[in-house]
């Protein structure tokens, strides 16, 4: 079956720190690539994502790379600020026909990011 | 103008007793799910409906039942509610997630 792997937090950053979030994923065919960022008491935010190997997604200053060869979707930062304190969620589903539709999401751990100003 | 909408966003109650969590999407995807938080962060599906017809139950215990007057509603009632139903439960529609429901059992 499908699973995600994030790397283990909590990760702790001082304001403009890089911030690198590791996410390895195992599935069938080729998947979609997500990153959901939840804010403390807050629901869960598309954050980016990618459909197809190569796709950079990007938002906000974060991005993510959907590295087929690795099975890998990092997610990267150049420079934090302490707004950016939540949990980040990895996740992948399967893409439906013409790439625009998608199944149910299987999600990693979630790691808690933590930036101090 | 809210995407994805639930109600109660938080639910406090007796072990025992049976609840109801409504869901309603104005997106106008087929597909809907419910998703559990634990209390570690985890999420898993739970079940997903594509216009109407339920499509995923990821063995989750028969007290829960969804039901889907319409493509634009799911809803989730729990019967004979346990401890460990205790997490907070998210309404999602396609990609776009609701605010989610806490529930806490006593």
């Known amino acids: 079956g499908n699973s995600v792997t994030q790397m283990e937090g909590p990760v702790t950053l001082s304001e403009e720190a890089f911030l690198t979030i590791n996410c390895t994923y195992t599935a069938t065919g080729y998947p979609s690539l997500f990153w959901y960022v939840q804010y403390p008491g807050e629901g869960l935010q598309l954050l980016l994502k990618a459909t197809k190997a190569d796709d950079k997604g990007s938002n906000k200053g974060f991005e993510a790379t959907y590295r087929k060869e690795t099975t890998s979707f990092h997610l990267e930062k150049g420079s934090v600020q302490v707004s950016d304190s939540a949990v980040y969620f990895c996740?992948?589903?399967?893409?439906?026909?013409?790439?625009?539709?998608?199944?149910?999401?299987?999600f990693g751990q979630g790691t808690i990011l933590t930036v101090h100003p | 103008d809210t995407a994805v909408s639930q109600t109660p966003k938080y639910l406090v109650t007796q072990m025992g007793n049976d609840k109801s969590i409504k869901c309603e999407q104005n997106?106008?995807?087929?597909?809907m799910y419910w998703y559990k938080q634990d209390s570690k962060k985890f999420l898993k599906i739970m079940f997903s409906y594509n216009n109407k017809e339920l499509i995923i139950n990821e063995t989750v215990p028969n007290r829960f039942s969804p039901k889907s007057p319409d493509k634009a509603h799911l809803n989730l009632h729990i019967n004979s509610l346990e401890l460990g139903d205790s997490a907070v439960y998210f309404c999602?529609?396609?990609?776009?997630f609701g605010p989610g429901t806490r529930l806490t059992v006593l």
């Open positions: 999602a529609s396609s990609l776009n």
């Open positions: 996740a992948l589903s399967p893409t439906g026909a013409g790439g625009t539709s998608y199944g149910k999401l299987t």
């Open positions: 997106l106008g995807h087929d597909t």
